[in-house]
């Protein structure tokens, strides 16, 4: 089934293609300068997360395309972001005063760790041992300057340690200095204190909190004072989530995924579960058809370094145009006009010469002339800093599309998604859950899968899964970014985005290939960045490019037509990587004055309150992985602005509660004291836990589904 594939770390980027903010530890000490400085090879790329100086620092990135997966967090003044890059771009922000405090993945950890997956899978299967295992496994006081007012104070116990998180406001909202400090105590008396971190968005102040914080045990009293004199109430700590779904049955079948599953994979395994399942399982081809894994063809016509023109095929280099070749030459003669031709897959040039038979084309008339008498073959760009310069002869070069992949199809991709149900004719509540927009993210499909299959294997055997599936319309659809996700497993692991290019000029150069591509998750037309909102970016380089407008790609309009197209889906949730967030609409706001998408009503956000609490719960059965109540809520709140992004798109134009995931949360490290981030590509045992405790959160929005359902019969 699975096969040799090549590898190839792709080495460089062009310009930041990823920024993942993520939480520095206010209250816990922000991290030391390591002993050993991290650094790595120039041309070796890795996701670093990086104490930067100040916020400036972050703005600057931002503003070179850097795309954020987590929110920004700062503490006195730093911050810290987990950031893909390039050593020479770890090196000048080490220079520019950053210091880079842990590699939470190189470049070539993601094919490793795939191939240890594959390995560790054939020996399972060899020996026999085959998956799935069954059965187990608040006002304020008063004060001299500033009040104090609760907003949240919750603790939680996992894997046997007791952590406590507060979130508290000041109404000296404008005082950048104030120092919020909380006290707690134990029920056996044991006391402590840890400071806050104010938290500011989009240059407006939100509140003060800190991150989960050790305690010896349940918490029962919590204070907090200020700097100026500030004094909160006393509030006793809520235990979150405080819900728990049903236990398993004995029997209960689970543990269906044991290696990463590239898209080709993911095929397979949705006819073999179409196959198996008959009588539970529709496969549905979603109606547009990706470019699939396919590039234009390109060549240096000359050398980069001195003078070149970029010449790229029109066609894809598998439509016959890999290996055409391209130069110039010169006629050897006096007073020849610039002549192009094309012959036996060969693209010849021939240089302009003056009186003395000396060549006189420059770059920009090689390019004019190619583009004029072979544009149904051809495109050609200067390349950037080569404009005006003499053309020299050249060549022959071969065009190349320069993809990896020998086992990938290059053809258009046809995304499916599986629809599970006994009655699948719209009757009953429709549930969506979606995975892999973002290409690199390789656990999201597994969770989406791992929940599709113990809904369809445990229909057979438990009365209770059978009944939800009698209930409720299940739609997954598991790779929504297939050719991207082709691309990340076998050219350039951290690919985000899909494989088109709107690139213009000399943004074409091959040398930015890594970083051409939709950001499909801000491609959607709700709080789109063509409306004003923030969080998307108009940069075909960038890490976060919208598109040419909204819906121009083919896997948005995939979501957008399967959800249209089945008006019974009334809950949906979005599977994305990593950090450990629940997330709910609005999910952008325009910059000036921060004004969000409209809140939901106080029903609605009850609503999604409570399922998110029963649903965080269902996912700390599997292994004790809480999700912090301070990640859990509407994205612009708990994570930052993400415009045209496609939960928005379901929520307010077509009514579903749809839900976003972070899978992969933070680990904590009782050693060092820190939560440590996994990465978009963790070893495979760390991507076997999340695709089994998140998929029995799906589970659990399908009991949330049928429970919505059963209310609104009884009411309606
Ligand atoms: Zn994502």
Redesign the pocket.
Known sequence: MIVRRRWTAAATTAILVSAVLSHPGPGSAAPAAPANPITLAATETALVRVQLRDQAQLDRLVATGADL?NRPRARDGRILADLVLSGTQLADLTAQGATAVQIVQRAGDGSRHFAESVRAAQTRTRAGLRAPASGQRTTAAAAAVDTLQVQQAYWWTTSGQTFLQAQLATTATDDPDVEITVSWRTADGATGSFPLSRFEDSGEYQYHYALPQPVPSRPVQLTATSSLGGVSRAVTPSLWPNAAPPALPAGYQKDFIDAYLTPVDIQARIKRLARQYRDLVDVIDLPNQTQGYRRNAAAYLGDPAVAAVVVESVRFGDQGMNGVQVRTVDPGRRNRPLTVSYRDRVLTVTLATDTAGKTVSTTDEVAAAINARQPNRFRATVEDGSAGLPMPVAGPARLDDGLQGTEVPARPWTVQALRLGVHRDGSRVGVLAYSQ??AR?WA?PLVTLEFAERMLANARTDPATRELLEQVDVFVIPTVNPDGANYSFNDFNFQ?KNLVNHCVGPARDPKNRTSWGVDI?RNYTVGSYFDGYVGASANCLSGSYAGTAELSEAESRNVVALAESHPNIKFAMNV??YGGYFMWPPGAYRADGRITLPRPSIDESTLFLNSARRIVGAIAQERGTVTWPSQTGPVADVLYSAAGNSADQLYYELGIFAWDF?VGNDRWNATTGEWEGVGFQPPFDEAHGEAQEYAGGLVEMVRVARDYAAAQAATG
């Open positions: 997966a927009e973002h993210e999201t985000r998750n994305h990587s972070e």
